[in-house]
């Protein structure tokens, strides 16, 4: 169960960035490349040309993008499917908690949020 666990979760990754580069892209932002910091790995992107709505999509794009490779997972082991769903849990509270430690996805959103509040 470890392999396929692991193997989702490195496809997740994968997707969850690409979904940022994808609609980032698609809106009329840029791609700016691939960023490792420590164990984190996540991609630069100029967001300058977009809308505060349109970044907070680009921002949301990574989490729900892994639901698509969830969902095959699913279909692909369907007696894992508990792991993959709480793998998949698990990773939205990491990354959709605004912590304020680190510069996740809802850490983002929720200073997006403050700064659409407070202009
Ligand atoms: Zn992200």
Redesign the pocket.
């Given at each position: 169960m470890l392999i396929p666990l692991l193997v989702v979760a490195i496809l997740m990754l994968a997707a969850?960035?690409a979904g940022?580069v994808v609609l980032t892209r698609f809106l009329g932002g840029r791609w700016l490349g691939i960023e490792f910091k420590g164990i984190m790995v996540?991609v630069r992107l100029s967001v300058k040309s977009l809308s505060l709505k349109q970044i907070a999509w680009t921002?949301a794009a990574?989490?729900l993008s892994e639901t698509y490779i969830v969902v095959l997972a699913c279909l692909w082991r369907p007696h894992d499917a508990h792991w993959f769903l709480l793998l998949l849990g698990l990773e939205w509270v990491l990354?959709l908690t605004p912590w304020g430690l680190f510069p996740n996805?809802g850490t983002r959103l929720w200073r997006l949020w403050r700064k659409h509040a407070l202009s």
């Open positions: 969850h960035e940022h996540g921002l990574g989490p990354n996805d």
